[in-house]
């Protein structure tokens, strides 16, 4: 059976006989159903079920093992509870730990045939990180106060999606930056919560109906527009391991230098300029993001890059299967391997370079490559 065939078949066997959402718990805390697709209860179970995966729970890699011709042999790892270090053997190493987490370990695999990290032949390893360009607005909107009650929320994940609407202008030069975003809108009446007592001054003297009455008035007014747009990879964004700070393994953490080019700071101004607009002409008062201020970088928890992919080995780290273009046996299959990025969440396109790259080393195996 063709390689292809066969991911296809364990994977349409994980997605048949899911359940459909019943709203049983919140999504990002696990789905209980596996209605919310996540890899730790539908990839990961029928995986397991061919026998031919083992797992090891609490293992920090530090590092990828080499032999004496800077090839990947396997990788060594501290067991989290015992404290103890193991190593394990392979054909194939791939890495899939987090964009930066996998930088981490590559920067750490030294040796006489990586100097400065295994397969960091171009010097590039770490350079080029990225993250989406996240801007977040709330106004109180009071038209939105005293709303009857209705089961119209859904989960609370946000329902709309606005998508980059401004190509024409662009390609026109009406805009003073090259990359787009979208916007996402957020709200409701979900069950309270404790935060409500946010809704009243901290100065005003009110309690039994007229406390309530406040709270009624507010609850449900309050919205937020996040614009997620698409950063432009600079060589003066990059991490490195840090010489002065070591985890309680002794495992060298990183040191991360971050810069907004222009535009990203032109974007964040667009975007805003555009929720102060929709805020006002909904009768609304921003409660925050007023004054612009540019975000952290790695707020979007959107992390890409630093083992960026390419067609030449001297201005990339992978190839387009995320094969180590100086250590053929050494693949990277998460987002360390972007070499952009745009303003949509990482995860289907790491699922799909996931799968492109297993294949790759299925066939390399099946002599088909």
């Given at each position: 059976?063709?390689?292809?065939?066969?991911?296809?078949?364990?994977?349409?066997?994980?997605?048949?006989?899911?359940?459909?959402?019943?709203?049983?718990?919140?999504?990002?805390?696990?789905?209980?159903?596996?209605?919310?697709?996540?890899?730790?209860?539908?990839?990961?179970?029928?995986?397991?079920?061919?026998?031919?995966?083992?797992?090891?729970?609490?293992?920090?890699?530090?590092?990828?093992?080499?032999?004496?011709?800077?090839?990947?042999?396997?990788?060594?790892?501290?067991?989290?509870?015992?404290?103890?270090?193991?190593?394990?053997?392979?054909?194939?190493?791939?890495?899939?730990?987090?964009?930066?987490?996998?930088?981490?370990?590559?920067?750490?695999?030294?040796?006489?045939?990586?100097?400065?990290?295994?397969?960091?032949?171009?010097?590039?390893?770490?350079?080029?990180?990225?993250?989406?360009?996240?801007?977040?607005?709330?106004?109180?909107?009071?038209?939105?106060?005293?709303?009857?009650?209705?089961?119209?929320?859904?989960?609370?994940?946000?329902?709309?999606?606005?998508?980059?609407?401004?190509?024409?202008?662009?390609?026109?030069?009406?805009?003073?930056?090259?990359?787009?975003?979208?916007?996402?809108?957020?709200?409701?009446?979900?069950?309270?919560?404790?935060?409500?007592?946010?809704?009243?001054?901290?100065?005003?003297?009110?309690?039994?109906?007229?406390?309530?009455?406040?709270?009624?008035?507010?609850?449900?007014?309050?919205?937020?527009?996040?614009?997620?747009?698409?950063?432009?990879?600079?060589?003066?964004?990059?991490?490195?391991?840090?010489?002065?700070?070591?985890?309680?393994?002794?495992?060298?953490?990183?040191?991360?230098?971050?810069?907004?080019?222009?535009?990203?700071?032109?974007?964040?101004?667009?975007?805003?300029a555009t929720f102060s607009r929709i805020f006002h002409r909904l009768g609304g008062t921003i409660v925050s993001g007023d004054p612009l201020v540019m975000p952290p970088?790695?707020?979007?928890?959107?992390?890409?890059?630093?083992?960026?992919?390419?067609?030449?080995?001297?201005?990339?780290?992978?190839?387009?299967?995320?094969?180590?273009?100086?250590?053929?046996?050494?693949?990277?299959?998460?987002?360390?391997?972007?070499?952009?990025?745009?303003?949509?969440?990482?995860?289907?396109?790491?699922?799909?370079?996931?799968?492109?790259?297993?294949?790759?080393?299925?066939?390399?195996?099946?002599?088909?490559?």
């Open positions: 059976m063709p390689v292809a065939a066969i991911h296809a078949a364990v994977l349409t066997k994980g997605l048949n006989g899911r359940a459909p959402c019943v709203y049983a718990t919140q999504c990002t805390r696990g789905c209980s159903s596996r209605s919310n697709f996540q890899s730790t209860t539908v990839l990961i179970p029928e995986a397991f079920a061919t026998g031919n995966l083992t797992i090891v729970t609490n293992a920090l890699v530090q590092r990828v093992d080499v032999d004496a011709e800077g090839k990947a042999t396997g990788v060594t790892y501290i067991d989290r509870q015992a404290g103890t270090q193991h190593s394990v053997e392979a054909r194939n190493v791939i890495l899939g730990a987090g964009s930066f987490s996998t930088v981490r370990i590559l920067l750490n695999s030294r040796s006489a045939s990586w100097p400065s990290g295994i397969g960091n032949a171009s010097g590039l390893l770490g350079k080029y990180i990225m993250d989406s360009v996240e801007y977040t607005m709330q106004a109180r909107i009071p038209a939105l106060g005293f709303v009857p009650p209705q089961n119209d929320d859904g989960i609370f994940t946000p329902h709309i999606y606005v998508p980059w609407w401004l190509h024409r202008e662009q390609e026109e030069g009406k805009l003073n930056f090259a990359r787009g975003y979208h916007i996402e809108p957020r709200g409701g009446r979900r069950l309270p919560t404790v935060a409500v007592g946010g809704y009243v001054d901290d100065t005003d003297p009110l309690y039994g109906d007229a406390l309530r009455r406040q709270i009624q008035r507010r609850y449900g007014s309050y919205a937020f527009l996040s614009g997620e747009g698409e950063m432009i990879p600079n060589e003066e964004t990059y991490c490195e391991l840090d010489p002065g700070s070591t985890d309680q393994w002794g495992f060298p953490a990183l040191r991360f230098h971050w810069k907004w080019g222009q535009q990203e700071i032109n974007q964040a101004t667009h975007m805003h970088g790695g707020s979007a928890i959107h992390e890409v890059g630093g083992a960026r992919m390419g067609t030449s080995p001297a201005d990339s780290v992978l190839d387009s299967f995320g094969q180590c273009w100086n250590a053929g046996n050494l693949f990277v299959l998460d987002g360390a391997s972007f070499a952009s990025s745009p303003d949509k969440n990482p995860t289907l396109t790491i699922l799909a370079l996931a799968w492109r790259g297993a294949t790759r080393i299925a066939q390399l195996h099946r002599g088909q490559a």
